[in-house]
């Protein structure tokens, strides 16, 4: 199983940017990093996926190491509506998604 | 298209009994995948159908759970002799592609009493 490390939880105040941090060390060649987010009673949402390269969306920023060992989902100006549990997730060839526990995101008015 | 639906939302059951769920994915979808979710975890797979083929299952889908997909569009999830560690959220995802996002359903909370 492709395995991340993501704090359990942390503290942003609204309008101000937030990085959610992820380690995922064992990172093959091959192994794309995804971020879902799940509010809470709903689906895990799609936020964004990179490889190698630094990925930009309309909803939030991917910065990957050099390495490749870890990454950073950056939301530029969190809301209300950001509150929710991040998920960073290692796709190898397979199908298979490995959520891991996520971060818990608290953001405060 | 309205995104991925799931009925029913909510099931309560005794143990013992079946249980069968119903998953529609985006229409133009082919690949569809079922999840596991208990409180304060990430979802777990459980399996995946490429169109009507059923390609891939975890090891935690045991003997008990069974998963069709008959016409490459709508899936559903069984569990016979429904035990209380089956209470959990039951996700189901879909997407286009191999390597592009899975979009989920909001999911069918069972609770097995």
């Known amino acids: 199983d492709a395995k991340t490390t993501q704090p359990n939880s942390m503290e942003s105040n609204e309008e101000e940017p937030v990085h959610l941090p992820c380690n995922h060390s064992t990172i093959s060649g091959t192994d794309y990093i995804h971020w879902y987010r799940q509010l809470p009673s709903q689906g895990p949402e799609y936020v964004i996926h990179?490889?190698?390269s630094n990925v930009n969306n309309r909803m939030a920023s991917l910065a990957i190491a050099e390495d490749r060992k870890s990454s950073t989902l950056i939301l530029h100006r969190a809301t209300l509506r950001d509150a929710a549990v991040y998920y960073c997730?290692?796709?190898?060839?397979?199908?298979?998604?490995?959520f891991g526990t996520g971060t818990s995101l608290t953001v405060i008015p | 298209d309205t995104g991925v639906s799931q009925n029913p939302r909510h099931k309560i059951t005794k143990r013992g009994q079946n249980v069968t769920f119903r998953c529609d994915p985006i229409s133009e979808h082919n690949r569809l995948y079922w999840y596991r979710q208990t409180l304060g975890q990430g979802p777990e797979f459980l399996t995946y159908f490429q169109n009507e083929a059923q390609l891939e299952k975890s090891r935690l889908l045991s003997d008990r759970f069974s998963a069709e997909r008959p016409k490459g569009s709508f899936s559903t999830l069984e569990i016979q002799r429904t035990e209380q560690g089956d209470s959990a959220m039951y996700l189901c995802?879909?997407?286009?592609?191999?390597?592009?996002?899975?979009?989920f359903g909001p999911g069918t909370r069972l609770t097995v009493t």
């Open positions: 995802a879909s997407s286009l592609n191999f390597h592009l996002e899975q979009y």
């Open positions: 990179g490889l190698t």
């Open positions: 997730i290692l796709r190898d060839t397979g199908n298979q998604f490995y």
